[in-house]
């Protein structure tokens, strides 16, 4: 199994500021490497899949960059709406998994 | 437009098993795996496994090897999965989701999360 490590747990980020989120997986995935934001009592959202492919209808200011091991998720400018629990994973080979997490705090 | 709705909230005992089911519509059901992910109460996202609605061929994730079954039903689109043998550590939401407009293995469309608590 290809465990998927997240840093930092908790990012604390003033609103207008640039976010850079890590991933890091134990074997490589390729580019086989999605991201996710989810709100309190909502089902996650995809932002980027491929490693680096905006999904349908997600704001430029989300990026996705990395191959192998290492992946960054950056939120250029924070919005309000931004603040919420990031995930990424892995989809190269089953059972696809996720990193634990990280949670994107107003400072 | 894609749209997963899955089954109501349920409360089992410990021991008994569970059946959640995710009915689609504004695709080809039998075009698309459908995955089911699962989340217990302030914890991270667990992939579980997956179903080919086409062939029914399944891989599940080896933690719940033995206890989950996940079936569909094509004159209905619909989805399910089975989970056995349960325990408070089961008490999750649990969703269906699938890559549609995505690659194969993410998810741009998810159900709207069911509820399972396991309680005596």
Same mark, same amino acid.
């Given at each position: 199994e290809k465990v998927m490590t997240q840093s930092p747990a908790t990012l604390s980020v003033s609103p207008g500021e640039r976010a850079a989120l890590s991933c890091r997986a134990s074997? &490589?995935?390729? &580019?086989n490497l999605a991201w996710y934001q989810q709100k309190p009592g909502q089902a996650p959202r995809l932002?980027?899949?491929?490693?680096s492919t905006r999904a &349908?209808?997600?704001?430029?200011r989300f990026s996705g960059s990395g191959s192998g091991t290492e992946f960054t998720l950056t939120i250029s400018s924070l919005q309000s709406e931004d603040f919420a629990v990031y995930y990424c994973q892995q989809y190269?080979?089953?059972?696809f998994t996720f990193g634990g997490g990280t949670k994107v705090e107003i400072k | 437009q894609v749209q997963l709705v899955q089954s109501g909230a349920e409360v089992e005992k410990p021991g008994a098993s569970v059946k959640v089911s995710c009915r689609a519509s504004g695709? =080809? !059901? =039998? @075009?698309n795996y459908m995955h089911w992910v699962r989340q217990a109460p302030g914890q991270g996202l667990e992939w579980m496994g997956r179903i080919n609605?086409? *062939?029914g061929d399944t891989n599940y994730a080896q933690r719940f090897q033995g206890r989950v079954t996940m079936t569909r039903d094509t004159s209905i689109s619909t989805a399910y999965m089975e989970l056995s043998r349960? =325990? *408070? /550590? /089961? =008490?999750a939401v649990y969703y269906c989701a699938l890559g549609y407009r995505s *690659?194969? @293995? *993410? !998810? /741009?469309f998810w159900g709207q999360g069911t509820l399972v608590t396991v309680s005596s």
């Open positions: 074997q &490589t995935v390729s &580019t932002l980027i899949y491929d490693a &349908t209808g997600i704001p430029l190269n080979k089953w059972p | 695709y =080809t !059901f =039998t @075009g609605p086409n *062939s349960l =325990t *408070s /550590d /089961d =008490t *690659s194969e @293995g *993410s !998810f /741009d």
